[in-house]
């Protein structure tokens, strides 16, 4: 009797320890069970699969629920494992806003591609581009199948979407959106979020895919009003991206009268408007110098970078085709054939 006691008072106080130390989070499986009727903000873990020991795969989803009835707007951030700054973005936002003064509710997701993020890697676990195989399969390979899962299980429930990027291992990028900029809309979303430059990019025909979709394209085919925006550089969180980002989020929950208002027709929009752009790649192997800047404006024929061979002896320099503004750049020195050098906008 007397060891029972010891048990039991050791069981409450595990049991008290546990209450205070975390918060328990509750799982879903699909974000059409989230409960839209407490104001404030709720924590889930999404069920995206089950792993090797049965355990569910799960990635965090953060709700800020409105007083009052109004649209969703879904943030998902670092679908690649390597670009991370969306998440601090997600984060401050979330002590940014006071959920008594919104209409509808926010979904953020802080960490879509659940693998990658931890084992530091751009792609998913069998090295495929998650970004590329949209819509996903329900009886596809590993990829499809967590591909498959965002697209029925998160992009259902958004009315507006902000895609949320950064540059790749060895690259760095200026803030700027891709949207279709034929779409009125779309166009003023992407005004909202202030960024460097503005590129009309309608979606990623991939070819060799296993689909050629994005998850903006398959937002948008949803009838979403869907953007991507490209934060910066990537494996690092940047305060002034952070800052910038939430900045524009709440620009756009004031646009859609959902936080408080402002007048569109006075809104500052110093971005750089690009009809196209494009990667120019090498040529030839060697160690390569990019000196140009992010946003630099280049005019046909400026030298941008220069390859040099093992010994030194520049072996191919490199001249803008044409005029344009540097969206983004390598910044890995050592490059076989075939690297990229820049990331071309035409104005």
């Not at 800020?64 to 700054?85: F, R, V």
């Not at 199948?145 to 990027?165: C, G, T, W």
């Not at 060697?286 to 000196?291: A, E, I, K, Q, S």
Request: some cysteine; aromatic content about 10%.
């Amino acid at each position: 009797m007397k060891y029972f006691k010891y048990f039991v008072l050791t069981l409450l106080i595990l049991v008290s320890f546990l209450s205070f130390s975390q918060e328990i989070v509750p799982i879903i499986k699909n974000l059409s069970e989230l409960d839209n009727k407490h104001i404030g903000v709720r924590n889930y873990w999404l069920e995206m699969g089950t792993n090797t020991y049965n355990f569910p795969i799960l990635i965090p989803v953060v709700v800020i629920q409105g007083s009052s009835n109004g649209p969703t707007l879904g943030l998902t951030a670092a679908i690649h494992g390597d670009e991370l700054n969306g998440i601090p973005i997600i984060h401050e936002l979330i002590s940014s806003i006071d959920a008594k003064r919104l209409k509808g509710r926010v979904i953020a997701i802080p960490g879509v591609n659940a693998y990658s993020i931890q084992n530091d890697q751009r792609r998913f676990i069998d090295d495929e581009d998650l970004n590329r195989i949209f819509p996903g399969k329900i009886d596809g390979d590993r990829s499809q199948q967590y591909a498959y899962k965002i697209n029925e299980r998160v992009l259902p429930s958004f009315n507006i979407h902000i895609d949320m990027h950064t540059a790749s291992f060895g690259r760095v990028n200026s803030m700027y959106a891709r949207v279709d900029s034929s779409n009125d809309t779309l166009r003023i979303l992407a005004k909202l979020q202030q960024p460097d430059i503005i590129l009309n990019s309608k979606g990623a025909s991939t070819v060799g895919a296993k689909t050629s979709s994005t998850m903006r394209e398959e937002a948008t085919a949803k009838g979403k009003q869907s953007i991507t925006i490209e934060y910066g550089n990537p494996q690092v969180f940047q305060g002034e991206m952070t800052d910038r980002g939430v900045k524009g989020i709440l620009n756009t929950l004031a646009w859609l009268n959902m936080y408080e208002t402002i007048n569109i027709d006075k809104f500052e929009d110093n971005a750089i408007y690009c009809k196209k752009s494009y990667w120019i790649y090498m040529e030839e192997g060697g160690f390569l110098d990019v000196p140009v800047a992010l946003k630099q404006h280049l005019q046909k024929g400026d030298k941008f970078a220069t390859v040099r061979n093992a010994f030194g002896s520049i072996i191919k320099e490199y001249f803008a085709p044409e005029d344009g503004v540097v969206i983004g750049k390598s910044t890995n020195p050592a490059n076989m054939n075939g690297g990229r050098i820049i990331h071309l906008g035409i104005k």
